[in-house]
């Protein structure tokens, strides 16, 4: 049975998805409409930001609550940083997708797809199962091959910082799921007698 505190920290982890979701419909209202969206200080850091940026702050509070048991043990960082990057990149699918939608290639589908199986895969990590940490590198790395494949072909220009912060999250998340796959291996080698 899960403690409060655990689930206090998946509820405001929900939030965090919920306010994300609310960022999508921000971003398409102004992407698709006659409005152009209100900015702040510079152009980039608009409302859909600011809400991401609000999603994300959510996210990284409601994990730190509902990993709190496992943060004091060893792995336990890696698997904060392992959820929350998942969390940040699923955003970060949401907030691009709005640039995809003029585009013929239909890209759009899978993106909101991977970022709604990210979304709800990422309480999995928290059950320390070397069968999920196997998917969800998996899954990554293709992730992270499908986000490469745009400006390997020169569809998408690597330089744009949506798509490099993309595939940097995705590389990093690869890798801390890697280590956390590696450290649940070697805590089942049998102990010599």
Known sequence: MARPREVRGWLVYGAGVAVAFLMLAFRLYY????????????LWVDIPFVIAILAGALAAVG??????????????WPLYLASLLMFVVATLFLYSLPNHLASATGFYLPMFTAAVVLFVYTPTLSYG????????AAGVGILLVASLYGPATGAAPITNPLIA???AAEGLLLLLVLRLLQVSLQGSRPVPA
Do not use: C, H, M, N
């Open 63 to 76: 994990l730190q609550q509902a990993l709190w048991y496992s943060l004091v043990r060893p792995g336990g």
């Open 31 to 42: 992407a698709t409409g006659s409005v152009a969206s209100p900015f702040f200080v510079v």
């Open 165 to 167: 912060s993309t595939i």
């Open 129 to 136: 199962s070397r069968f999920f940490y196997g998917v969800a």
